[in-house]
């Protein structure tokens, strides 16, 4: 049996016809930036993610640079991001003219080690970005309390974490402002580029809606120097429909994970996610880890098996931040993690046969 990395078409298949609907509730209103969808939308996403504003944008980056930018966060200023997240959260803080400070991570959960922070702050340091990465939230508790203490914003970075929480509380409801990413790919997904931010601020939040919108509230009056970051009205009314099935896809992303779990237990070499105390996993990745990555993953090319690997080189070794002169070793448990990890198959709809399948395959290396 083929498995691939990912397929949409359990998801999108059983909802063609309501999707359809309301891509065509947009064409049919005439109105196509800024308008019904984008406003219910932000309602619901800011009701599923229990906080009282939601700001939709063009794609999770953007939503970022925006949180940063609202912030007050720029030049002179220290931003800790951790030393093994998808560029993006590094580049959001370049973006804004700040510069990025790493920190590794636990070597165990791959999240940012709250005892590392501690380490790296300066008297220039003004925000922490954690990244819930791979649908894992961070260790908030510990976390919030360092922030508060130093008088530091957070951003949290929960492209991958829609629905994770972590003592209870939903992560993109603990930092000041919040960065999520509805990229096709992530846990809620829409049919092309998407993002939004979450807040409990009010005055934030309108700041943000101003900056997304050329830094214009009344049109062709610009307060700031904007961007132009919207969400569409089309993506909008599409995530509308999609929304409403996330927890579903959640319950089943972690029904996967625990087949993976029963059935990868003990074959030798392979360590499988570890879930901190506290903390809740959403699985937008089931990400394993092996001395052998590179000739498993060939071997499992073969048997017809698609793996991914998040994320091959660590933003410290990626040219495009040569200048930062962080030489190989510079963050040794990142650049080992990137050297080991593994990203099998999931989503929503795979079936236990199909895990069974992936692991026959690992088993025969
Ligand atoms: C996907 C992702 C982003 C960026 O989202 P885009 O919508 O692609 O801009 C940021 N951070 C992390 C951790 C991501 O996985």
Known sequence: MKVPFLSFQPQHSPLRTDIMEAIGR???????????????????????????????????LDALVLALRVLGVGPGDEVIVPSNTYIATWLAVTQVGATP??????????????????AALTTRTRAIMPV?????????????????????????????A????????LTGSFGDFNGTS???????????????????????????????????????????????????????????????ELPRWTVQRQQIAAWYGQHL????????????PGATHVYHLYVVHTPHRDALQQ???????????????????????????????????????AATCLSLPMWPGMEEAHVAAVTAAIASF
């Not at 790493?102 to 922070?117: K, R």
């Not at 005055?203 to 120097?225: M, P």
Request: net charge negative; charged share 15%.
């Open 182 to 244: 509805f990229y096709p790919g992530k846990n809620l997904g829409a049919l092309g580029d998407a993002g939004a931010m979450t807040t409990n601020n009010a005055d934030l939040a309108q700041q943000a809606q101003v900056l997304r919108n050329y830094g214009s509230e009344k049109k062709y009056y610009n307060e700031v120097v904007g961007y132009n970051s919207r969400l569409d009205e089309l993506q909008a009314a599409v995530l509308r429909v999609k929304l409403a």
């Open 26 to 60: 947009v064409y049919d209103s005439y109105w196509y930036v800024l308008g019904d969808e984008v406003k219910q939308f932000e309602r619901s996403y800011a009701a599923f993610n229990q906080v009282s504003h939601c700001v939709g944008v063009a794609n999770g």
């Open 299 to 337: 071997h499992l090319v073969e048997q017809g098996i698609g793996t991914l690997i998040h994320y091959p080189v660590p933003p410290h070794r990626q040219r495009a931040y040569q200048a930062l002169n962080f030489p190989v070793g510079a963050f040794p448990i990142a650049e080992n993690l």
């Open 101 to 118: 400070v790493p920190v590794e991570p636990n070597p165990v959960t791959s999240n940012l080690d709250p005892a590392g922070i501690a």
């Open 132 to 160: 819930h990465l791979y649908g894992q939230a961070c260790e908030m508790g510990p976390i919030m309390a360092l922030a508060r203490q130093h008088n530091l914003y957070v951003v949290e970075d929960n492209a991958q």
């Open 265 to 276: 237990a003990g074959i030798a070499d392979l360590r499988l996610p570890v879930v901190a």
């Open 162 to 169: 829609q629905g994770a929480s972590f003592d209870g509380q």
